[in-house]
Protein backbone atom coordinates (compact mmCIF):
# COMPACT_ATOMS: atom_id res chain seq x y z
CA UNK A 1 0.00 0.00 0.00
CA UNK A 2 1.43 3.52 -0.76
CA UNK A 3 -0.27 6.77 -0.81
CA UNK A 4 1.03 9.13 -3.88
CA UNK A 5 0.65 12.84 -3.59
CA UNK A 6 0.76 15.48 -5.99
CA UNK A 7 -0.45 19.46 -7.10
CA UNK A 8 1.89 21.41 -5.25
CA UNK A 9 3.81 24.27 -6.48
CA UNK A 10 4.99 27.85 -6.50
CA UNK A 11 2.04 30.88 -6.41
CA UNK A 12 2.20 34.37 -5.36
CA UNK A 13 -0.20 35.37 -2.06
CA UNK A 14 -3.94 34.99 -3.20
CA UNK A 15 -3.05 32.17 -5.19
CA UNK A 16 -4.80 28.93 -5.15
CA UNK A 17 -3.88 25.33 -5.66
CA UNK A 18 -5.06 21.70 -5.32
CA UNK A 19 -3.31 19.02 -4.21
CA UNK A 20 -4.23 15.30 -4.46
CA UNK A 21 -3.30 11.84 -2.69
CA UNK A 22 -4.10 8.66 -4.20
CA UNK A 23 -4.15 5.41 -2.28
CA UNK A 24 -3.17 2.17 -3.90
CA UNK A 25 -2.18 -1.73 -3.22
CA UNK A 26 -4.09 -4.37 -1.47
CA UNK A 27 -6.69 -1.90 0.09
CA UNK A 28 -9.64 -3.29 1.72
CA UNK A 29 -11.31 -0.14 2.93
CA UNK A 30 -9.45 3.54 3.50
CA UNK A 31 -10.72 5.46 6.94
CA UNK A 32 -9.76 8.48 7.78
CA UNK A 33 -7.42 10.65 5.55
CA UNK A 34 -5.42 13.83 6.07
CA UNK A 35 -3.13 16.59 5.04
CA UNK A 36 -0.07 17.52 7.47
CA UNK A 37 2.22 20.35 6.71
CA UNK A 38 5.77 20.94 7.84
CA UNK A 39 7.73 24.32 7.13
CA UNK A 40 11.46 24.04 7.48
CA UNK A 41 12.56 24.09 11.10
CA UNK A 42 9.12 24.03 12.35
CA UNK A 43 6.99 20.57 13.61
CA UNK A 44 4.78 18.79 11.18
CA UNK A 45 1.09 19.76 11.72
CA UNK A 46 -2.18 18.76 11.44
CA UNK A 47 -3.69 20.93 8.47
CA UNK A 48 -7.23 18.82 7.89
CA UNK A 49 -8.88 15.64 8.10
CA UNK A 50 -11.87 14.10 6.71
CA UNK A 51 -13.87 10.58 7.96
CA UNK A 52 -15.06 7.86 5.64
CA UNK A 53 -18.15 9.50 5.80
CA UNK A 54 -17.55 12.88 4.36
CA UNK A 55 -17.18 14.57 8.46
CA UNK A 56 -14.03 17.35 7.94
CA UNK A 57 -12.01 18.89 10.49
CA UNK A 58 -9.33 22.01 10.18
CA UNK A 59 -6.72 23.89 11.62
CA UNK A 60 -8.11 27.37 12.66
CA UNK A 61 -5.62 29.08 10.45
CA UNK A 62 -6.85 27.55 7.10
CA UNK A 63 -10.47 27.45 7.72
CA UNK A 64 -12.69 29.15 5.28
CA UNK A 65 -9.67 28.98 2.63
CA UNK A 66 -8.67 25.37 2.70
CA UNK A 67 -11.43 22.35 1.51
CA UNK A 68 -10.34 18.86 1.95
CA UNK A 69 -12.84 16.66 0.00
CA UNK A 70 -12.30 12.54 -0.95
CA UNK A 71 -13.69 10.50 -3.74
CA UNK A 72 -14.08 6.64 -2.16
CA UNK A 73 -14.23 5.21 -5.60
CA UNK A 74 -10.69 6.34 -6.43
CA UNK A 75 -9.28 6.19 -2.88
CA UNK A 76 -7.95 9.55 -3.31
CA UNK A 77 -8.29 12.68 -1.15
CA UNK A 78 -8.18 16.83 -1.99
CA UNK A 79 -7.13 19.99 -1.13
CA UNK A 80 -7.94 23.06 -3.00
CA UNK A 81 -5.96 25.43 -1.40
CA UNK A 82 -7.60 29.19 -2.05
CA UNK A 83 -6.25 32.88 -0.86
CA UNK A 84 -2.84 31.16 -0.05
CA UNK A 85 -0.21 33.28 2.22
CA UNK A 86 2.79 33.00 2.31
CA UNK A 87 2.65 31.38 6.02
CA UNK A 88 1.18 28.56 3.99
CA UNK A 89 4.81 27.75 2.49
CA UNK A 90 5.44 24.08 3.55
CA UNK A 91 5.95 20.24 2.44
CA UNK A 92 2.26 19.19 2.73
CA UNK A 93 1.92 15.33 3.46
CA UNK A 94 -1.28 13.48 3.26
CA UNK A 95 -1.80 10.51 5.44
CA UNK A 96 -4.55 7.71 5.65
CA UNK A 97 -5.65 4.94 8.03
CA UNK A 98 -6.28 1.99 5.38
CA UNK A 99 -7.31 -1.54 6.11
CA UNK A 100 -5.56 -4.00 3.70
CA UNK A 101 -7.17 -6.92 1.84
CA UNK A 102 -5.34 -8.93 5.20
CA UNK A 103 -7.73 -6.85 7.14
CA UNK A 104 -4.61 -5.21 9.00
CA UNK A 105 -5.11 -1.49 9.92
CA UNK A 106 -2.36 1.05 9.82
CA UNK A 107 -1.20 4.28 9.20
CA UNK A 108 0.65 5.46 6.46
CA UNK A 109 2.02 8.44 5.02
CA UNK A 110 2.78 9.61 1.49
CA UNK A 111 5.83 11.54 -0.15
CA UNK A 112 5.46 15.71 0.56
CA UNK A 113 4.62 17.83 -1.83
CA UNK A 114 6.46 21.55 -1.68
CA UNK A 115 3.79 24.20 -1.68
CA UNK A 116 5.84 27.90 -2.13
CA UNK A 117 3.62 31.23 -1.47
CA UNK A 118 5.42 33.90 -2.61
CA UNK A 119 4.45 37.86 -1.11
Known amino acids: VQLQASGGGSVQAGGSLRLSCAAS????????MGWFRQAPGKERELVAT???????NYRDSVKGRFTISRDNAKNTVYLQMNSLKPEDTAAYYC??????????????WGQGTQVTVSS
Open 95 to 108: NADITTSYLRTRNY
Open 25 to 32: GSIFRVND
Open 50 to 56: ITSTGST
